[in-house]
């Protein structure tokens, strides 16, 4: 009888590999005694040191994957870097909003530069960088920092808490009307550098501001750097704010943020945001309405091409009755690019009267681009008026077939067309300076097609 064959299945070895890791260190964080951050600070890095990387097992990073980040590469810049880098271009510093600047900062690595008119400066208008903060408005730092975000919202949250090294303070006082609009530019040249940044503004009772912020960089071939910032805003009770915020990020930056807004009884938030860089994305928005009577407004734009990746996640949290929101999110994208755009409106029990809306559109420019549009509704009361939507498409062939039976050349036609789905939200905008700089980013994109 012959003897059965064996069969043996060994059991494989599975290596564990090491967590990747930054290269930061609790050194780095700025906890000395005459701080007024300095426990908010210490706080933030627990907290980072406790977060992992996230990865797509978890639901907000689902869509959008980090295994090919070099974490291990990044360093804070060294306290004058700036000097032995590129110059930020003379275009950025241009007034976007009016004839000229109230004010403006520019955010460098390992420095800053500031400028207020005198005139705002008398009426208690704060608008300065970080380091001067600490020193001249300790005060107002430590009251108003971790309020409205809070650093164990997430691990980027976290790094940015505890390292920012260039911040900004903007602070208007009850009642004060700022005509001329405030601007501030975070340049970012260099590779494998960390740009770390967190805002903070507070408009006071009854005041109004308009506010530009940019963030820049050239592009740099073969190259990683990234930015990890926070924004948090008040906007108290009747108050009114117009926020406008330009990502241009190179496109070897990998781009991280959490941002959102508190609005007061009776106040008005205007909130612009237009993308066009960066390699990767991962942004938090979220609109917290939590006064009677309170509106907020969200336009966004993106456009995207190569192998870029831009990732929103947008909330509409309706706190209290009687509130409105309206969100508008609008994208391009070409070449091998993806967005992904997840929506929340939220409408806590007893907020009736909640009227809010979102909608987000995408137009295919290429067949190997890809749009995830995920809008969402959570309402937990019965006398509201919410709704959304979302579509994904292509160039219109019939429109496009007219443009080119009129003689108008392919390029021209599609670049017509790109700008007419962009309209609606272009009219968004009440900035002329904007609008031109939003125009003049879908041609440049449209040409590199």
Same mark, same amino acid.
């Given at each position: 009888?012959?003897?059965?064959? !064996? ?16 290269? =930061? $260190?609790?050194?780095?964080?700025? $906890?000395?005694? +005459? ?91 704060? =608008? ?26 997430? !691990? ?156 929103? +996640? ?38 009736? !009267? ?27 009361? +019965? ?39 962009? +309209? ?6 009440? =900035? ?18």
């Amino acid at each position: 009888m012959a003897e059965k064959e !064996k069969v043996v299945i060994k059991s494989g070895r599975r290596e564990v590999s090491a967590p990747r890791k930054f290269n =930061f $260190t609790r050194e780095m964080v700025n $906890t000395s005694s +005459d701080s007024p951050l300095a426990s908010y600070r210490a706080d933030a890095w627990s907290a980072f040191e406790k977060f992992g990387l996230p990865s797509t097992s978890e639901e907000a990073w689902r869509r959008t994957d980090l295994r090919k980040m070099p974490v291990d590469k990044f360093n804070l810049p060294a306290d004058g870097a700036y000097n032995d880098l590129p110059p930020i271009p003379k275009d950025l510093l241009k007034p976007l909003v009016g004839g000229q600047h109230g004010g403006q900062i520019t955010l460098l690595p390992g420095g800053s530069q500031v400028s207020l008119l005198p005139e705002l400066a008398k009426k208690g208008v704060v =608008f300065t960088d970080f380091r001067t903060a600490e020193n001249e408005h300790p005060e107002l730092l430590k009251k108003f920092a971790g309020t409205v975000i809070r650093a164990q919202d997430g !691990k980027f949250a976290a790094l940015a808490a505890a390292l920012s090294q260039n911040g900004i303070l903007l602070y208007v006082p009850k009642g004060v009307q700022v005509e001329e609009p405030l601007h501030s530019v975070l340049w970012g040249p260099g590779v494998d550098l960390a740009h770390i940044s967190h805002l903070i503004i507070y408009v006071d009772v009854g005041a109004s501001v308009t506010y530009v912020h940019e963030y820049a960089s050239p592009d740099e071939a073969d190259a990683d750097s990234m930015h990890a910032g926070l924004v948090e805003i008040v906007v108290a009770d009747g108050a009114n704010l117009r926020f406008v915020e330009l990502q241009s990020w190179g496109n070897h930056v990998w781009n991280f943020s959490h941002e959102r807004v508190h609005v007061g009884k009776d106040a008005n938030l205007n909130w612009v945001f237009g993308a066009v860089g960066s390699k990767l994305t991962k942004n938090f928005s979220d609109l917290d309405l939590i006064g009677v009577g309170a509106e907020g407004r969200m336009s966004g734009f993106y456009f995207t091409d190569g192998s870029q990746h831009l990732d929103h +996640d947008t909330q509409q949290n309706h706190l209290v009755p009687n509130t409105f929101s309206d969100l508008l999110f609008k994208g391009a994208l070409g070449g091998k690019s993806r967005s992904v755009w997840q929506g929340m409106i939220y409408v806590a029990p007893g907020a009736q !009267k909640t009227d809010g809306y979102q909608a987000n559109r995408n137009l295919l420019l290429s067949r190997d681009a890809r749009a995830d549009a995920i809008p969402g509704l959570e309402i937990s009361a +019965d006398d509201v008026r919410c709704s959304h939507g979302a579509t994904i498409g292509k160039i219109d062939s019939e429109p496009l077939f007219y443009l080119l039976s009129r003689g108008i050349p392919q390029d021209e036609a599609e670049q017509l067309m790109v700008e007419g789905f962009f +309209d609606p939200i272009i009219q968004r905008i009440p =900035f002329e300076g904007v609008r031109e700089r939003f125009q003049q980013a879908i041609k440049e994109k449209l040409g590199r097609k």
